[in-house]
């Protein structure tokens, strides 16, 4: 099975920054697109970034020119880079990788998740 950690969440100011980090770990056969999202209380969670093994990205327009994703394919790390942080960015942020076993089988795996409050 594989795990994924993630890091780097916490109590931010508005217009600040923070940096989030997810490793995946495991038995890693091949992980293909990787990902963020997030669930506001009383809310869905929804995607907010995601990317391929080759690096095509795609953004909620509500984060599009705010954050940036990417990846480290030799380290099976996604990070996600929050930049002009606003409070309606409060959520906690989980890490999604689609990965395949050793049969071809394909599958979704989450991290736990990590907060981020964005306040004053």
């Known amino acids: 099975q594989v795990q994924l950690v993630e890091s780097g969440g916490g109590l931010v100011q508005p217009g600040g920054s923070l940096r989030l980090s997810c490793a995946a770990s495991?038995?890693?056969?091949?992980?293909?697109?990787m990902g963020w999202y997030r669930q506001a209380p009383g809310k869905q969670r929804e995607l907010v970034a995601a990317i391929s093994t080759l690096g095509s990205t795609n953004y909620a327009d509500a984060v599009k020119d705010r954050f940036t994703i990417s990846r480290d394919n030799a380290k099976n790390t996604v990070y996600l880079q929050m930049n002009s942080l606003k409070p309606e960015d409060t959520a906690v942020y989980y890490c999604n990788a689609f990965t395949y076993d050793v049969w071809g089988q394909g599958y979704d795996v989450w991290g736990q998740g990590t907060q981020v409050t964005v306040s004053s």
């Open positions: 495991g038995r890693i056969v091949n992980i293909s697109t």
